[in-house]
């Protein structure tokens, strides 16, 4: 059982500046292993972590004696958790589909709902998300980061990096209207950001970077020919590319350029070949780069050779939520299984990170990414240092390799209180002196079946910390 207690008084979010929290377990994601009876301590002003210490050896200190102390003895402490993939401003499509969400709700109304949305992730243990797009929100993702940010933000949310709008070619998005199918858009909503061409391209990355967006994203390929599916079903669901080379080129650079990193939304072969080439930070989907077919594995092969590059996002959860079970022949997530079973558990690549294109499905049900590759074989060390320390890869990592970024990455190291700037500037995904202090407690085995790893990734969430702050503690 959970509890507190303090020679000073108080509570966790009270009492003193700097307090310290005993895990009966801690996950290193790091090294992939479980510690145990490791003593956390964290400046709750700063919001970083202090030091990390065997409590033998912090008993021999004595420090007991004159700081708040608390006793999770009982729970696994684990980094928080990051979904590099979400969609705040979406819910579910089992409630209302995507056309209609983009076309019937008022900006208003789905930015309310973002905020909803953004509590639910927080409290289900991912104290840090990526928003790949807003979808016909205009920019309303930049003054929901402002909201979510700082020591004291407007609403409790996770930390939370953004792409603003998407980047398709003209014809290849929705929403589109069904009197005038040729239009863009329906009443001057669009899905996305609309370029073509080498200098539309570099003008569109320009304008979403003076926007503010942290990330880039761009529709490689997509159903460009759904408008036929009325009489060709089968040729209107299948993935063509959209950008060409050039004009991938031109928008990778150009960000790369100005400080921004790229995610490609990708699912053929072709497109992820060229995105890797040209050097993207992320792949999201993928499913058709393995094709059972042809046994083909040259695409598994390159970008498992740019693992110190770019990062595959497998968003199992949506092709789960949006194709199981719908029977009729093999379906996108039959694809999206078979690939990912013969990238990961076959042929061993890592460069991987956690993202389920939550809003597909619900917020706070970030987890069913993790489940699912836990389900398909996965080790749960993988699994959890994937959806930690994989996340901070994938979002800030990059950022911070060569001299400048080591750099600083040692100074906060040797001396935590350097932090500055809680929500941007310190690293997570780790539970290692000088990184943010983002913890969750988790009740259960996490390392035995895989039912007994869902378990505690959903239910077992009891404790939930971000930058120091505890947002759930569910007392016994």
Known sequence: MATSTSTKGGTANSAGKVYGILAGKLFDSRERKMLEDQVIMID??????????????????????????????????????????VHLFLHAYAETSWNDQVTKESLAERTIRATVHARDTLLAGFTTVRDLGTEGAFDADISLRKCLSGREPIIPGPRYYCANRAIVTTGSYGPRSTLYPSNNGVEGVMGAGVADGVDGCIREVRRQVGVGSDWIKIYADYRVRAQTADVSPRLSSGSIRTFNRQELEAMITTAHNLGLKVAAHANTGAAILDLVDLGVDSIEHGAEMYLDEDQDISVIK?????KQRTKWVPTLAAYHTLWDNKGGGKTPWDRAKETFVKAVIEEGLENVACGGDTGVFDHGGNAKELILMRQLGVPWEKVLSWATLGGWECVRGAEWEGGLGQKRIRALEENPRKAFDIDRGVPFGVVRKGWVADLIGLEGDLTGSPEEFESAVTKGVKLVIKSGKIVKWMKE
């Not at 390159?302 to 740019?306: D, H, P, V």
């Open 302 to 306: 390159r970008l498992a050779a740019a």
């Open 44 to 85: 709750r002003e700063l919001g970083v972590i202090l030091d990390v210490i065997n409590l033998d050896k912090f008993r021999q200190s004595r420090r007991d004696n004159d700081i708040e102390f608390m006793d999770f003895g009982t729970w696994t402490l684990v980094p928080g958790f990051v979904d590099t993939h």
